[in-house]
C-alpha cells in the first residue's frame, strides 16, 4: 500500500499532468489545490491564492454568472458541464464541475478561438442566408429569364420564375434557388433557323468556359408558336478561377423584334415615296422651266440631283447617319467627273448626323458648282484641298481652291451663297465664312462637333 506522502506524490503528479487548468476548493470555498496551467492561466502564483478563499482571490465572482455556477454545483453535488465568459476578459472557457471530498473539483479550458470562429461561422452564414433571400428577390422581381447551373455537363437547371414561365414549365408554389429543372417541355431551340443541340445552347456552352455575348435565338414550342430570345452566358468561377458552374440570362425580345421590323417597312416605304417624290419634282421642274433659262434650269436640276444622293445615302442606312467621305463624294460626284484626282481629302472619316449631312451636302454641292464655272476646277491644274478636325469638340472644315482663275467678290450674292453662309451656319449652329481671295475661294466651317458627328458619346 502507497504511503500517505506517495499518495500526495501521485495526485500532484496527475493534477500537474491534466494539460488543463485544474483548481479545487473545499466546502468553505478554499482554495485546496491550484494546477501549474490554473496558476498561468489567471496569471497568479500558487502560493498566493492555496488557503484563501474564491471570493478572496476573484472579489467580483460572487455576483457574476460563474460564482452562480459554482454555488450551484456546490449544493447539488452534481457534475455540471458547460461554457461561459472566463474570469479573464474577453474570454471563453469549456467547463467540468463535480464533486470533490466536501467540496468542489474544477477542471477547464478556453474556447475562445472556437467560439470567435463559430461566431464568424455564424455571422457569415447569416449574411449569406441574407444574401441568397436579396438574390432570389431580385431574381424573382427582374423581367428577366435567368438560368443557373452547378452541373458540369450542364444537365441539372436552376431557373427563377420569369424562366419557367418563358419555358412553359410548370408552376411551383415555392420557388428558390433549389428548385431542380430535370424535366423540359416539348420545344425547340433556332439559331438562324437551324435547330440547336442542347450542348450548343448558351448555358452548355459557357459552362464549358466558352464566353456567350448577346446572341439571338428562337424558341419553337409544339403548337407552333415562335419566340425570340436574347441570350447572354458565362461561367462561374472559383476563387481559383476553377469553373463552377455557368449563368444565363434570357430576354424575350419578340415584340420588340416585330416592332423593329414594322418600323424597317415603314421607313422602307417612306424612303421609297420619298425618292418618288424627288423624281415627281424634277419632272415637274423639267417641264415648268422648260422655256426659262438652260443654265439656272440645269442648276436646279443638280441640286434636285444632289438632294437625291445624299437621300440615297442616308436611306441605305436607315437614316442612322452616313459617312463624311461619302457625303462629299455623293455632293461633288458631278463636278469630279474626270477631275477625282484635283479634289484633295484630309481628315477623319466619321459618321454625320443625317440633317447635318443634307446640309453640308447642298453647300458642298454650290461650291463644287462655283468652283467648276468659274473656279479651280474651271482651269486645267487647278486643285480643291478639304480638310477638317474634331478637335476640342468642334468640327472645323476648311475648302480652299488653288490654281484657278483669278477671283473677284462677287457684285451680289446669288442662291448658293446665301445657302452657304446663311443656310449650312443655321443647320451646323456654327459659323460660315466664304472668302473671294485672289487664288481662290475659301469656305470655313466652325461648329460643334455634337451638331454635326452622329452617336457622338
Not at 424612303?271 to 415648268?288: D, E, F, G, M, P
Not at 477638317?388 to 448658293?416: S, Y
Amino acid at each position: 500500500m502507497p504511503g500517505k506522502g506517495d499518495t500526495e506524490t501521485l495526485l500532484q503528479t496527475i493534477v500537474e499532468g491534466l494539460g488543463q487548468p485544474f483548481y479545487a476548493v473545499d466546502r468553505d470555498w478554499r482554495f485546496t489545490i491550484f494546477n501549474g496551467d490554473a496558476a498561468r492561466y489567471f496569471g497568479l502564483a500558487k502560493e498566493k491564492v492555496v488557503g484563501r478563499t474564491v471570493w478572496d482571490v476573484f472579489p467580483h465572482e460572487a455576483h457574476a454568472e460563474r460564482g452562480r455556477i459554482l454555488m450551484d454545483a456546490m449544493a447539488r453535488r452534481q457534475v455540471v458541464r458547460g461554457e461561459t465568459l472566463s474570469m479573464i476578459e474577453s474570454r471563453w472557457v469549456q467547463y467540468c464541475l463535480f464533486p470533490l471530498g466536501d467540496g468542489i473539483g474544477v477542471i477547464f479550458r478556453d474556447v475562445t478561438d472556437r467560439k470567435r470562429a463559430e461566431e464568424r461561422r455564424e455571422a457569415a452564414e447569416e449574411a449569406l442566408r441574407k444574401r441568397t433571400m436579396e438574390l432570389e428577390a431580385v431574381l424573382e422581381t427582374i423581367p428577366t429569364a435567368v438560368l443557373f447551373t452547378y452541373d458540369p455537363q450542364g444537365r441539372s437547371v436552376v431557373a427563377n420564375q420569369r424562366a419557367i414561365e418563358l419555358l412553359r414549365l410548370p408552376r411551383r408554389t415555392e420557388l428558390s434557388l433549389s428548385t431542380q429543372l430535370h424535366s423540359w417541355p416539348a420545344h425547340r431551340v433556332l439559331r438562324d433557323g437551324e435547330p440547336v443541340p442542347l450542348s450548343g445552347l448558351p448555358l452548355q456552352r459557357a459552362v464549358r468556359g466558352e464566353k456567350v455575348g448577346d446572341e439571338v435565338l428562337e424558341i419553337e414550342f409544339d403548337d407552333g408558336e415562335r419566340r425570340t430570345l436574347l441570350v447572354r452566358a458565362a461561367c462561374l468561377r472559383s476563387a481559383q478561377g476553377d469553373i463552377q458552374g455557368a449563368v444565363c440570362a434570357v430576354a424575350d425580345v419578340t415584340e420588340r423584334h416585330r416592332y423593329e421590323e414594322h418600323l424597317k417597312l415603314m421607313l422602307n416605304e417612306l424612303n421609297h415615296r420619298v425618292k418618288n417624290t424627288l423624281a415627281i419634282v424634277q419632272s415637274l421642274a423639267a417641264l415648268t422651266l422648260k422655256d426659262i433659262d438652260v443654265t439656272a434650269r440645269r442648276d436646279f436640276e443638280q441640286r434636285l440631283l444632289t438632294l437625291s444622293a445624299v437621300y440615297s445615302l442616308l436611306t441605305d442606312a436607315s437614316w442612322d447617319g452616313a459617312q463624311l467621305h461619302d457625303v462629299v463624294h455623293a455632293s461633288l460626284k458631278a463636278h469630279l467627273a474626270g477631275r477625282s484626282g484635283r479634289l484633295l481629302l484630309e481628315g477623319d472619316d466619321f459618321r454625320v448626323h443625317p440633317k447635318s449631312a443634307i446640309a453640308i451636302s447642298m453647300a458642298l454641292h454650290e461650291l463644287g458648282t462655283n468652283a467648276l464655272k468659274y473656279g479651280a476646277l474651271s482651269a486645267d491644274g487647278g486643285t480643291v484641298a478639304m480638310r477638317w478636325t474634331t478637335k476640342d469638340r468642334r468640327f472645323r472644315l476648311r475648302w480652299e481652291e488653288r490654281g484657278g482663275p483669278a477671283v473677284a467678290p462677287p457684285k451680289h450674292k446669288g442662291f448658293g451663297s446665301r445657302l452657304i453662309e446663311r443656310g449650312l451656319a443655321a443647320e451646323l449652329r456654327g459659323d460660315v465664312r466664304l472668302e473671294y481671295r485672289p487664288g481662290g475661294v475659301v469656305c470655313s466651317i466652325d461648329a460643334p462637333i455634337d451638331i454635326v458627328r452622329d452617336g457622338l458619346p
